[in-house]
């Protein structure tokens, strides 16, 4: 059968096509071509396999409809038969392209049962990861010659943005998923020559865009997205290459403990005008407190600590044999630490006030630079810090979430001067017998 489909895919878009991974996600930037590229693949392969049971879904009707319905119905129509009924496009090869949406919750069960060897989630961070889940069900088959496959088409954003980005950026994988299994085709608007050609100024309307949202729809950051709490985290600017940090820049360590909740602690030096480096971190759980200790003295060497800031309610006396922390009935956990080797300071543990102060430090310095980054080894810190969103009862604050090196981050910035109190050198001239010109800063810098 001779099919006529208009169009020449970009680079980018040629990748999805050839892809075979059995998920293979194409996105991040608006305008990418992502529904051509999902219409035009599962189209190739119901031409290319006899037989063939595809499903294309969005997450609601009228989206399937618009973007989807119509365009197939232009490009297939008077050669591949179209039941409205059903809709589903019978191939003469007997291959079928279904297309679904799931716009209620329960939706989602229409689809048990039935078996499926290519699924398409176009625009999947509109589902959630249990819906993906439960398609992922009906993702398989019983013939020998073709390996089940899900496709995905992106953007940074909505209600499944945390579970795209866990697969398919930061490649952070549970039990039963298989690395090799997950592919990310990144997208963006320069490299749809079509669109630019055709639409010049809808590139103009994203980088006219506030900050946050250009970052997202232009550049295809998934490190900001609606409802974040610190839109200003930027991996480009923040997260820096491992180097030497010279011998004379103090060094200290921030910790949020926790025991079934993962425990984080964070090694920090500080540079010149204050700046603060994030350079080590230690991530775990299910420890006692001694063994978090001895996992810190192993790491630290024979660095030169100034001190370590955590926070003050680990000098709580809770007996050690109700919490299982080891020790003795009656002490608290700090002095746990400090007889393994570890001695603490408590934290300011002012939460808006501390949320304030981090954003100080995610700002630029006269230089340009934040005045904060971090090492990339200090991979949890950099997963779940642009992950954290508002408290919906406090818009000052951060919800419940997975906060723990948020949190000690937060504790190493309060231990340090406040950014707010930082003058810039020689603009402040304080009178003296020789009449010259001194910076507050560098008595508050240290």
């Not at 001190?307 to 007996?319: E, L």
Request: with cysteine; hydrophobic share 35%; proline share 5%.
């Amino acid at each position: 059968m001779e099919l006529y489909l208009r169009g020449e895919p970009n680079p980018r878009q040629r990748e999805f096509l050839l892809s075979r991974t059995r998920h293979t996600a194409y996105g991040g930037a608006r305008g990418g071509g992502k529904s051509w590229a999902m219409r035009r693949k599962l189209v190739m392969l119901c031409l290319a396999h006899d037989g063939l049971n595809c499903l294309l879904m969005r997450r609601t009707l009228p989206e399937l409809r618009e973007n989807h319905v119509i365009p197939l119905l232009h490009e297939l129509g008077g050669i591949v038969e179209y039941n409205s009924t059903e809709r589903v496009f019978l191939f003469p090869n007997n291959s079928r392209l279904m297309l679904g949406y799931c716009d209620a919750p329960n939706d989602i069960y229409r689809y048990q049962g039935r078996e499926y060897e290519v699924i398409g989630l176009e625009e999947a961070t509109h589902f959630t990861f249990e819906q993906m889940q439960f398609m992922c069900t009906c993702n398989r088959t019983s013939r020998g010659d073709f390996k089940p496959r899900m496709y995905y088409t992106c953007n940074p954003g909505n209600v499944g943005h945390a579970w795209v980005k866990r697969l398919f950026i930061d490649r952070r994988f549970e039990q039963g998923e298989t690395p090799e299994d997950y592919a990310f085709i990144p997208a963006r608007i320069y490299d749809n020559r079509v669109l630019m050609q055709a639409d010049p100024g809808y590139i103009k309307q994203l980088e006219a865009l506030p900050y946050e949202l250009r970052r997202a729809h232009l550049n295809g950051d998934w490190d900001v997205f609606a409802g974040q709490f610190f839109g200003e985290f930027s991996r480009t600017e923040h997260v820096i290459r491992e180097h030497a940090i010279p011998a004379r820049w103090r060094r200290f360590r921030s910790m949020d403990w926790g025991y079934h909740d993962p425990c984080c602690v964070l090694w920090h030096a500080i540079g010149p005008e204050g700046r603060i480096i994030t350079y080590r971190e230690l991530y775990v759980n299910k420890l006692r407190a001694d063994e978090v200790a001895s996992r810190i003295v192993e790491l630290t060497a024979d660095e030169a600590i100034a001190y370590t800031v955590a926070s003050p309610d680990m000098w709580q006396k809770r007996g050690a044999v109700l919490t299982g922390e080891g020790g003795f009935v009656g002490e608290s956990i700090a002095e746990l630490f400090a007889k393994a080797g570890v001695p603490l300071t408590p934290s300011d543990n002012s939460r808006v006030a501390g949320w304030q102060t981090m954003r100080g430090y995610l700002a630029h310095g006269e230089d340009g630079i934040p005045m904060w980054q971090t090492f990339e080894r200090c991979e949890n810190l950099i997963r779940t810090l642009p992950t954290l969103v508002f408290d919906k009862y406090n818009n000052e604050d951060v919800a419940d979430g997975e906060d723990h090196a948020a949190e000690a981050l937060r504790y190493a910035l309060m231990s340090r001067p406040s950014r707010a109190w930082v003058i810039p050198k020689e603009r402040t001239r304080i009178p003296g017998p020789f009449d010259t010109v001194q910076s507050k800063a560098g008595y508050l810098s240290i």
